[in-house]
Protein backbone atom coordinates (compact mmCIF):
# COMPACT_ATOMS: atom_id res chain seq x y z
CA UNK A 1 0.00 0.00 0.00
CA UNK A 2 2.23 2.49 0.69
CA UNK A 3 4.19 1.96 -2.17
CA UNK A 4 1.05 2.56 -4.11
CA UNK A 5 0.60 5.61 -2.51
CA UNK A 6 4.27 6.79 -3.12
CA UNK A 7 3.41 6.35 -6.68
CA UNK A 8 0.16 8.28 -6.66
CA UNK A 9 2.18 11.21 -5.03
CA UNK A 10 5.11 11.67 -7.99
CA UNK A 11 2.09 11.50 -10.53
CA UNK A 12 0.38 13.92 -8.38
CA UNK A 13 3.17 16.54 -8.03
CA UNK A 14 4.50 16.16 -11.95
CA UNK A 15 0.75 16.95 -12.28
CA UNK A 16 0.99 20.18 -9.96
CA UNK A 17 4.13 21.00 -11.97
CA UNK A 18 2.54 20.98 -15.47
CA UNK A 19 -1.29 22.05 -14.92
CA UNK A 20 -2.72 24.73 -12.63
CA UNK A 21 -3.72 23.95 -9.91
CA UNK A 22 -7.91 24.87 -9.24
CA UNK A 23 -8.45 27.74 -6.63
CA UNK A 24 -7.67 27.24 -2.94
CA UNK A 25 -11.20 26.39 -1.16
CA UNK A 26 -11.04 28.33 2.00
CA UNK A 27 -13.75 30.04 4.31
CA UNK A 28 -13.00 33.67 3.96
CA UNK A 29 -14.54 34.67 7.79
CA UNK A 30 -14.48 31.69 9.60
CA UNK A 31 -11.14 29.58 10.83
CA UNK A 32 -11.38 26.11 8.51
CA UNK A 33 -10.31 23.02 9.99
CA UNK A 34 -9.30 20.25 7.66
CA UNK A 35 -9.75 16.98 9.42
CA UNK A 36 -8.40 13.93 7.20
CA UNK A 37 -9.91 9.97 8.19
CA UNK A 38 -13.07 9.64 8.53
CA UNK A 39 -12.99 7.29 11.78
CA UNK A 40 -14.23 7.70 15.34
CA UNK A 41 -11.34 9.92 16.19
CA UNK A 42 -11.98 12.61 12.69
CA UNK A 43 -15.72 12.18 13.09
CA UNK A 44 -15.61 12.66 16.74
CA UNK A 45 -13.65 15.43 16.16
CA UNK A 46 -15.76 16.95 13.61
CA UNK A 47 -19.32 16.64 15.07
CA UNK A 48 -17.54 18.08 18.92
CA UNK A 49 -16.27 21.48 17.30
CA UNK A 50 -19.37 21.83 15.65
CA UNK A 51 -21.97 21.21 18.47
CA UNK A 52 -19.58 22.62 21.30
CA UNK A 53 -19.24 26.36 19.01
CA UNK A 54 -22.43 26.60 16.39
CA UNK A 55 -21.30 28.33 13.16
CA UNK A 56 -17.44 29.42 14.50
CA UNK A 57 -15.52 27.01 12.58
CA UNK A 58 -16.07 26.03 8.73
CA UNK A 59 -15.07 22.33 9.01
CA UNK A 60 -14.02 19.95 5.89
CA UNK A 61 -14.12 15.83 6.93
CA UNK A 62 -11.80 14.31 4.22
CA UNK A 63 -12.73 10.54 4.37
CA UNK A 64 -12.28 8.47 1.07
CA UNK A 65 -14.75 5.93 1.72
CA UNK A 66 -18.50 6.92 1.90
CA UNK A 67 -19.95 4.64 4.29
CA UNK A 68 -17.73 3.84 7.88
CA UNK A 69 -17.69 0.53 8.43
CA UNK A 70 -16.76 -0.20 12.42
CA UNK A 71 -13.80 -2.47 13.23
CA UNK A 72 -14.97 -2.69 16.77
CA UNK A 73 -17.43 -5.03 17.12
CA UNK A 74 -16.76 -6.95 13.49
CA UNK A 75 -15.85 -9.76 15.79
CA UNK A 76 -19.76 -9.80 16.80
CA UNK A 77 -20.53 -10.70 13.28
CA UNK A 78 -17.76 -13.76 12.96
CA UNK A 79 -20.03 -15.05 16.05
CA UNK A 80 -23.02 -14.80 14.63
CA UNK A 81 -24.53 -11.86 17.01
CA UNK A 82 -24.30 -8.99 14.29
CA UNK A 83 -24.91 -8.86 10.64
CA UNK A 84 -22.19 -6.87 8.37
CA UNK A 85 -24.59 -4.16 7.92
CA UNK A 86 -24.93 -3.15 11.38
CA UNK A 87 -21.46 -2.42 11.34
CA UNK A 88 -22.21 0.15 8.59
CA UNK A 89 -22.60 3.86 9.03
CA UNK A 90 -23.31 6.84 6.77
CA UNK A 91 -21.48 10.01 7.26
CA UNK A 92 -24.92 12.08 6.25
CA UNK A 93 -25.68 13.11 9.93
CA UNK A 94 -22.50 15.10 10.25
CA UNK A 95 -24.16 17.38 7.06
CA UNK A 96 -26.95 18.95 9.41
CA UNK A 97 -24.15 20.22 11.64
CA UNK A 98 -22.75 22.69 8.70
CA UNK A 99 -19.71 19.87 8.06
CA UNK A 100 -18.76 19.65 4.63
CA UNK A 101 -17.41 15.86 4.36
CA UNK A 102 -15.60 15.03 1.20
CA UNK A 103 -15.58 11.35 0.01
CA UNK A 104 -11.73 11.78 -1.11
CA UNK A 105 -8.05 11.06 -0.64
CA UNK A 106 -5.58 13.30 0.13
CA UNK A 107 -2.75 13.16 -0.90
CA UNK A 108 -0.06 15.98 -0.46
CA UNK A 109 0.42 18.59 2.83
CA UNK A 110 2.01 21.21 2.38
CA UNK A 111 2.42 22.33 6.11
CA UNK A 112 4.24 25.43 5.17
CA UNK A 113 1.87 26.94 3.84
CA UNK A 114 -1.23 24.79 5.70
CA UNK A 115 -2.72 23.59 2.50
CA UNK A 116 -3.87 19.83 2.27
CA UNK A 117 -3.95 18.63 -1.49
CA UNK A 118 -6.96 15.59 -2.54
CA UNK A 119 -6.55 13.40 -5.61
CA UNK A 120 -8.78 15.59 -7.43
CA UNK A 121 -5.91 18.18 -7.25
CA UNK A 122 -8.86 20.42 -4.88
CA UNK A 123 -6.60 22.39 -2.66
CA UNK A 124 -8.20 22.80 1.08
CA UNK A 125 -6.35 25.56 2.79
CA UNK A 126 -6.25 24.98 6.89
CA UNK A 127 -5.85 27.20 10.47
CA UNK A 128 -5.78 23.62 11.56
CA UNK A 129 -5.22 19.93 10.94
CA UNK A 130 -6.46 17.03 12.29
CA UNK A 131 -4.42 14.14 10.94
CA UNK A 132 -6.65 10.87 12.11
CA UNK A 133 -5.00 7.96 9.80
CA UNK A 134 -5.04 4.86 11.63
CA UNK A 135 -3.24 2.25 11.57
CA UNK A 136 -1.54 0.17 8.83
CA UNK A 137 0.32 -3.08 8.41
CA UNK A 138 3.11 -3.90 8.53
CA UNK A 139 3.25 -6.91 6.05
CA UNK A 140 7.30 -7.60 5.74
CA UNK A 141 7.47 -8.26 9.58
CA UNK A 142 6.09 -11.41 8.98
CA UNK A 143 7.97 -13.90 7.07
CA UNK A 144 6.50 -14.89 3.64
CA UNK A 145 3.47 -13.09 3.83
CA UNK A 146 2.44 -9.83 1.44
CA UNK A 147 -0.72 -7.90 1.05
CA UNK A 148 -1.11 -10.45 -2.04
CA UNK A 149 -1.52 -13.29 0.27
CA UNK A 150 -4.49 -11.52 2.49
CA UNK A 151 -6.48 -13.25 0.03
CA UNK A 152 -5.50 -16.71 1.35
CA UNK A 153 -4.99 -15.73 5.02
CA UNK A 154 -6.97 -12.67 6.06
CA UNK A 155 -6.14 -10.12 8.70
CA UNK A 156 -9.48 -8.67 8.86
CA UNK A 157 -7.62 -5.69 11.50
CA UNK A 158 -9.13 -2.92 9.02
CA UNK A 159 -13.12 -3.28 8.41
CA UNK A 160 -14.97 -4.05 5.47
CA UNK A 161 -14.15 -6.29 2.37
CA UNK A 162 -11.03 -8.34 4.53
CA UNK A 163 -14.03 -8.90 7.32
CA UNK A 164 -16.74 -10.28 4.99
CA UNK A 165 -13.73 -12.57 3.68
CA UNK A 166 -12.87 -14.18 7.18
CA UNK A 167 -16.29 -15.05 7.72
CA UNK A 168 -16.49 -16.61 4.55
CA UNK A 169 -13.73 -18.67 5.43
CA UNK A 170 -14.90 -19.20 8.86
CA UNK A 171 -18.44 -20.73 7.09
CA UNK A 172 -16.26 -23.78 4.96
CA UNK A 173 -14.30 -24.50 8.07
CA UNK A 174 -15.15 -28.39 8.40
CA UNK A 175 -15.43 -30.10 12.10
CA UNK A 176 -12.49 -31.60 13.31
CA UNK A 177 -10.31 -28.45 11.51
CA UNK A 178 -7.56 -26.43 12.39
CA UNK A 179 -7.97 -22.36 12.70
CA UNK A 180 -5.03 -20.85 13.03
CA UNK A 181 -4.52 -17.21 14.29
CA UNK A 182 -1.39 -15.17 14.38
CA UNK A 183 -1.33 -12.40 17.41
CA UNK A 184 1.11 -9.08 16.90
CA UNK A 185 3.20 -7.59 19.50
CA UNK A 186 2.28 -4.59 21.45
CA UNK A 187 1.13 -1.85 20.15
CA UNK A 188 -1.29 -2.68 18.25
CA UNK A 189 -5.29 -2.13 17.53
CA UNK A 190 -7.41 -3.10 19.83
CA UNK A 191 -4.93 -5.24 22.60
CA UNK A 192 -8.29 -7.89 23.56
CA UNK A 193 -8.88 -8.11 19.70
CA UNK A 194 -7.43 -11.73 18.67
CA UNK A 195 -9.09 -13.41 21.67
CA UNK A 196 -12.45 -11.82 21.74
CA UNK A 197 -11.99 -12.79 17.47
CA UNK A 198 -11.10 -16.79 18.69
CA UNK A 199 -14.01 -16.91 21.40
CA UNK A 200 -16.47 -15.70 18.34
CA UNK A 201 -14.92 -18.19 16.21
CA UNK A 202 -15.66 -20.81 18.67
CA UNK A 203 -19.10 -19.98 19.48
CA UNK A 204 -19.96 -20.04 15.68
CA UNK A 205 -17.92 -23.24 15.12
CA UNK A 206 -20.12 -24.23 18.19
CA UNK A 207 -23.60 -23.01 17.42
CA UNK A 208 -23.28 -25.04 13.86
CA UNK A 209 -22.21 -28.60 15.23
CA UNK A 210 -18.38 -27.99 14.73
CA UNK A 211 -17.83 -28.09 18.13
CA UNK A 212 -14.52 -30.76 17.18
CA UNK A 213 -12.63 -28.21 15.62
CA UNK A 214 -9.51 -26.31 17.32
CA UNK A 215 -8.59 -22.58 17.50
CA UNK A 216 -4.79 -22.54 17.65
CA UNK A 217 -3.34 -18.87 18.37
CA UNK A 218 0.65 -18.63 18.09
CA UNK A 219 1.38 -15.16 19.58
CA UNK A 220 3.70 -13.12 19.43
CA UNK A 221 3.43 -12.04 23.31
CA UNK A 222 4.21 -14.13 26.21
CA UNK A 223 0.91 -12.33 27.91
CA UNK A 224 -2.34 -10.76 26.87
CA UNK A 225 -4.60 -8.22 27.63
CA UNK A 226 -7.80 -10.06 29.83
CA UNK A 227 -5.98 -12.99 29.52
CA UNK A 228 -6.98 -15.49 32.88
CA UNK A 229 -10.72 -13.93 31.89
CA UNK A 230 -10.90 -15.29 28.61
CA UNK A 231 -9.02 -18.75 29.83
CA UNK A 232 -11.58 -18.89 32.17
CA UNK A 233 -14.10 -18.03 29.32
CA UNK A 234 -12.63 -20.53 27.30
CA UNK A 235 -12.61 -23.57 29.49
CA UNK A 236 -16.15 -22.50 30.26
CA UNK A 237 -17.93 -21.92 27.37
CA UNK A 238 -15.72 -23.57 24.81
CA UNK A 239 -13.87 -26.37 26.39
CA UNK A 240 -10.77 -28.00 24.38
CA UNK A 241 -11.22 -25.90 21.47
CA UNK A 242 -8.92 -23.12 22.00
CA UNK A 243 -5.13 -23.34 22.94
CA UNK A 244 -2.98 -20.41 23.08
CA UNK A 245 0.75 -20.56 22.48
CA UNK A 246 3.03 -18.08 23.19
CA UNK A 247 6.84 -17.49 21.70
CA UNK A 248 8.17 -19.72 24.37
CA UNK A 249 6.37 -22.59 23.12
CA UNK A 250 6.15 -21.79 19.89
CA UNK A 251 9.35 -20.41 19.44
CA UNK A 252 8.93 -17.80 16.94
CA UNK A 253 7.18 -17.39 13.59
CA UNK A 254 9.94 -18.54 10.65
CA UNK A 255 7.63 -18.78 7.44
CA UNK A 256 4.51 -18.91 5.92
CA UNK A 257 3.14 -20.69 3.23
CA UNK A 258 0.03 -18.84 2.21
CA UNK A 259 -0.65 -21.42 -0.73
CA UNK A 260 -0.58 -24.44 1.47
CA UNK A 261 -2.43 -22.67 4.30
CA UNK A 262 0.89 -23.77 6.65
CA UNK A 263 2.32 -21.40 9.38
CA UNK A 264 5.96 -22.90 10.17
CA UNK A 265 7.54 -22.26 13.34
CA UNK A 266 10.29 -23.38 15.56
CA UNK A 267 8.11 -25.90 17.18
CA UNK A 268 6.26 -27.30 14.60
CA UNK A 269 4.85 -26.61 10.88
CA UNK A 270 1.05 -25.94 11.58
CA UNK A 271 -1.47 -26.86 9.02
CA UNK A 272 -4.65 -24.86 9.48
CA UNK A 273 -8.42 -25.21 7.08
CA UNK A 274 -8.36 -21.15 8.11
CA UNK A 275 -5.56 -18.81 8.51
CA UNK A 276 -6.00 -15.49 10.12
CA UNK A 277 -3.01 -13.55 10.39
CA UNK A 278 -2.79 -10.22 12.25
CA UNK A 279 0.55 -8.56 10.90
CA UNK A 280 2.32 -5.86 13.53
CA UNK A 281 0.95 -2.07 12.92
CA UNK A 282 2.58 1.22 12.82
CA UNK A 283 0.67 4.44 11.86
CA UNK A 284 -0.91 4.77 9.20
CA UNK A 285 0.62 5.69 5.26
CA UNK A 286 -0.84 9.08 5.55
CA UNK A 287 1.42 10.48 8.79
CA UNK A 288 4.23 8.88 6.97
CA UNK A 289 3.72 10.62 4.03
CA UNK A 290 3.77 13.66 6.00
CA UNK A 291 6.79 13.43 7.97
CA UNK A 292 4.37 13.15 11.20
CA UNK A 293 6.18 9.91 12.29
CA UNK A 294 8.62 9.02 14.43
CA UNK A 295 11.04 6.73 12.38
CA UNK A 296 11.83 4.90 15.07
CA UNK A 297 8.74 3.67 17.05
CA UNK A 298 6.53 3.89 13.61
CA UNK A 299 4.17 5.74 15.84
CA UNK A 300 2.98 9.56 16.05
CA UNK A 301 4.93 11.82 18.74
CA UNK A 302 2.13 14.17 20.05
CA UNK A 303 1.70 16.69 23.24
CA UNK A 304 -0.82 14.96 25.69
CA UNK A 305 -2.14 17.78 26.83
CA UNK A 306 -3.64 18.43 23.79
CA UNK A 307 -2.96 15.85 21.13
CA UNK A 308 -0.89 18.47 19.04
CA UNK A 309 1.55 17.07 16.95
CA UNK A 310 5.10 17.79 18.41
CA UNK A 311 6.19 18.32 14.67
CA UNK A 312 3.95 20.80 13.90
CA UNK A 313 2.06 22.89 16.25
CA UNK A 314 -0.86 23.31 13.31
CA UNK A 315 -1.04 19.42 13.63
CA UNK A 316 -3.38 17.58 15.94
CA UNK A 317 -2.81 13.58 15.48
CA UNK A 318 -5.53 11.48 17.52
CA UNK A 319 -6.80 7.90 17.70
CA UNK A 320 -4.78 4.49 16.81
CA UNK A 321 -1.53 6.45 14.76
CA UNK A 322 -0.92 8.36 17.99
CA UNK A 323 1.98 8.04 20.59
CA UNK A 324 -0.74 8.06 23.82
CA UNK A 325 1.10 6.72 27.09
CA UNK A 326 -0.90 4.40 28.55
CA UNK A 327 -3.69 4.02 26.19
CA UNK A 328 -4.41 1.53 24.21
CA UNK A 329 -5.13 2.30 20.35
CA UNK A 330 -8.69 1.51 20.98
CA UNK A 331 -12.09 3.73 19.72
CA UNK A 332 -13.00 4.29 22.81
CA UNK A 333 -9.45 6.18 23.37
CA UNK A 334 -10.12 7.80 19.87
CA UNK A 335 -12.40 8.84 20.97
CA UNK A 336 -11.29 10.34 24.29
CA UNK A 337 -8.47 11.95 22.34
CA UNK A 338 -10.68 13.76 19.79
CA UNK A 339 -12.57 15.47 22.40
CA UNK A 340 -9.22 16.86 23.89
CA UNK A 341 -8.34 17.69 20.40
CA UNK A 342 -11.23 19.91 20.03
CA UNK A 343 -10.98 22.17 23.25
CA UNK A 344 -7.17 22.41 22.17
CA UNK A 345 -8.19 23.57 18.70
CA UNK A 346 -10.94 26.22 20.28
CA UNK A 347 -8.74 27.44 22.72
CA UNK A 348 -6.37 28.11 19.81
CA UNK A 349 -8.53 29.71 17.01
CA UNK A 350 -11.59 31.05 19.37
CA UNK A 351 -9.60 32.08 22.73
CA UNK A 352 -11.92 29.91 25.00
CA UNK A 353 -10.21 28.70 28.39
CA UNK A 354 -8.09 25.74 27.77
CA UNK A 355 -9.08 22.44 30.59
CA UNK A 356 -7.20 20.60 32.23
CA UNK A 357 -7.11 17.15 29.82
CA UNK A 358 -8.67 14.39 31.26
CA UNK A 359 -8.88 11.10 28.75
CA UNK A 360 -10.52 7.81 29.61
CA UNK A 361 -11.34 4.40 27.73
CA UNK A 362 -13.27 1.11 28.68
CA UNK A 363 -12.87 -1.87 26.29
CA UNK A 364 -15.81 -4.80 26.58
CA UNK A 365 -14.71 -8.13 25.05
CA UNK A 366 -17.26 -10.28 24.27
CA UNK A 367 -16.87 -14.25 24.86
CA UNK A 368 -20.28 -15.49 23.79
CA UNK A 369 -23.91 -14.11 23.52
CA UNK A 370 -24.98 -12.25 27.04
CA UNK A 371 -21.62 -12.73 28.50
CA UNK A 372 -19.03 -10.31 28.27
CA UNK A 373 -15.73 -8.98 30.00
CA UNK A 374 -14.73 -5.02 30.25
CA UNK A 375 -11.46 -3.11 31.29
CA UNK A 376 -11.01 0.29 31.56
CA UNK A 377 -9.15 3.42 33.10
CA UNK A 378 -9.27 7.20 33.64
CA UNK A 379 -6.23 8.82 32.93
CA UNK A 380 -4.35 12.21 33.35
CA UNK A 381 -1.24 14.00 31.13
CA UNK A 382 1.35 15.27 32.26
CA UNK A 383 3.71 16.82 29.47
CA UNK A 384 5.58 14.15 29.35
CA UNK A 385 3.26 11.59 28.90
CA UNK A 386 -0.64 9.99 29.32
CA UNK A 387 -0.90 8.13 32.71
CA UNK A 388 -3.33 5.97 34.11
CA UNK A 389 -4.74 7.39 37.35
CA UNK A 390 -7.61 4.65 38.20
CA UNK A 391 -8.25 1.32 36.50
CA UNK A 392 -10.85 -1.61 36.59
CA UNK A 393 -11.15 -4.61 35.04
CA UNK A 394 -13.93 -7.66 35.37
CA UNK A 395 -13.58 -9.96 38.20
CA UNK A 396 -13.35 -13.93 37.47
CA UNK A 397 -16.03 -15.72 38.47
CA UNK A 398 -18.68 -13.32 38.29
CA UNK A 399 -22.07 -13.96 38.03
CA UNK A 400 -24.05 -14.88 34.68
CA UNK A 401 -26.20 -11.58 36.00
CA UNK A 402 -22.93 -9.40 35.69
CA UNK A 403 -21.54 -10.97 32.52
CA UNK A 404 -24.80 -10.14 30.76
CA UNK A 405 -25.28 -6.61 32.61
CA UNK A 406 -21.66 -5.88 30.54
CA UNK A 407 -22.66 -7.23 27.26
CA UNK A 408 -25.74 -5.15 27.41
CA UNK A 409 -23.44 -1.78 28.41
CA UNK A 410 -21.16 -2.79 25.39
CA UNK A 411 -24.45 -2.74 23.34
CA UNK A 412 -25.33 0.43 24.63
CA UNK A 413 -21.76 2.18 24.21
CA UNK A 414 -21.98 1.08 20.27
CA UNK A 415 -25.17 2.68 19.75
CA UNK A 416 -23.49 5.61 21.76
CA UNK A 417 -20.20 5.93 20.30
CA UNK A 418 -21.67 5.70 16.78
CA UNK A 419 -23.81 8.70 17.48
CA UNK A 420 -20.90 10.21 19.03
CA UNK A 421 -19.04 10.67 16.03
CA UNK A 422 -21.46 10.48 13.51
CA UNK A 423 -24.30 12.67 15.06
CA UNK A 424 -26.90 9.24 14.91
CA UNK A 425 -26.81 5.99 15.97
CA UNK A 426 -28.30 4.59 12.53
CA UNK A 427 -27.55 1.06 13.55
Avoid at 19 to 39: E, K, N, S
Avoid at 142 to 168: E, F, S
Avoid at 261 to 286: C, R, S, W, Y
Amino acid sequence: MLIDRRNLLKVAGAAAGTLAMPAVLRAQTRPQIVIVGGGVAGATCALQLARSHPGAFYITLVEEDTLYTTCFFSNLYLGGLRDFESLRHSYSGLLDYDINVINERALLADRDNKVVTLISRTRLEYDRLVLAPGIDLNYEAVPGYTPRDARLMPHAWKAGRQTQLLKQQLDYVKDGSTILILAPPNPYRCPPGPYERASMMARTLKATGRGNAKIVILDAKEKFSKQALFMEGWESRYPGMIEWLPPSIHGGIRMLHPDRLEVETDLDTFKGALVNVIPPQHAGVTAYEWNLVDEASGWCPVDPMTMRSKLDESVFILGDAAIAGDMPKSAFSANSHAKIAARAIASDLLGTPSVVPRYFNTCWSSIDENDAVKVGALYEATPETITTRSSFISQLGESAEVRKAAFEESEAWYRAIVADMLGSADI
